[in-house]
């Protein structure tokens, strides 16, 4: 089966430290990963793809085949970074295939 | 960002009745889809589009209806057979087909009376 695991529904985190929000993925071949975030009252928006390789508001995330795994990091959080982030696969047929979510919570 | 837009932001269901979810974008995107989020489960996607005049059914199209009779429009109907339709639904559309980066609309909250 293809699919993402979020294995943290909540993360709470003080501002200035750093956080990590866990995404683990099932897919046999070359995964196409992402992450998208949706702040409170906005809509949900791609932060980034594992293919750029880039650092999007100080946010990375690092495929690891050998783990299964592409966890987003970010070694100083903000409160701006207070959102729902949700970890998708991009399937053999196109289709995304999100994790549950994770909503993180950056406290002064 | 604005160019895909929603509507209505809220949507009452009187039991037995059917609903249509709005969604438009002027982004000259080829491809559309309609996902639902629920609490602790993501989105699932529902039915996409392709191309005008074709859909498919996504993961969880069991009560839901389509159209897209026009390449900027495509509209999701809520059936009275889809039996829990309380959600918030999630409108997106990609240029060129499903290979490209999908952008999402704002939402429509659907619920129950």
């Known amino acids: 089966a293809q699919r993402v695991t979020q294995p943290e529904k909540l993360l709470s985190v003080f501002k200035g430290a750093p956080v990590e929000l866990k995404c683990n993925y099932s897919?046999?071949?070359?995964?196409?990963l992402f992450w998208y975030v949706q702040y409170s009252r906005q809509r949900l928006q791609l932060l980034l793809r594992?293919?750029s390789r880039e650092s999007i508001k100080g946010f990375t995330a690092d495929l690891n085949k050998g783990e299964t795994s592409f966890h987003l990091k970010k070694p100083f959080a903000q409160e701006e970074d207070s959102a729902m982030y949700y970890c998708?696969?991009?399937?053999?047929?196109?289709?995304?295939?999100f994790g549950a979510g994770t909503t993180v919570t950056v406290r002064a | 960002d604005g160019g895909i837009t929603q509507s209505p932001k809220y949507l009452f269901r009187k039991e037995g009745q059917n609903v249509t979810l709005s969604c438009e974008q002027n982004l000259n995107h080829d491809a559309m889809y309609w996902y639902r989020q629920d609490p602790g489960q993501g989105l699932r996607l529902i039915y996409y589009?392709?191309?005008?005049?074709?859909?498919q059914k996504g993961d969880i199209a069991e009560g839901y209806s389509v159209s897209r009779e026009k390449k900027e429009s495509f509209p999701l109907t809520v059936t009275s057979a889809q039996k829990n339709p309380t959600a918030f639904y999630l409108c997106a559309s990609s240029i060129n087909g499903m290979k490209e980066t999908q952008y999402f609309g704002p939402g429509t909250r659907l619920l129950v009376l």
């Open positions: 589009s392709q191309i005008v005049n074709d859909f």
């Open positions: 897919y046999s071949g070359s995964p196409e």
């Open positions: 998708a696969l991009k399937k053999r047929d196109y289709k995304l295939s």
């Open positions: 594992h293919i």
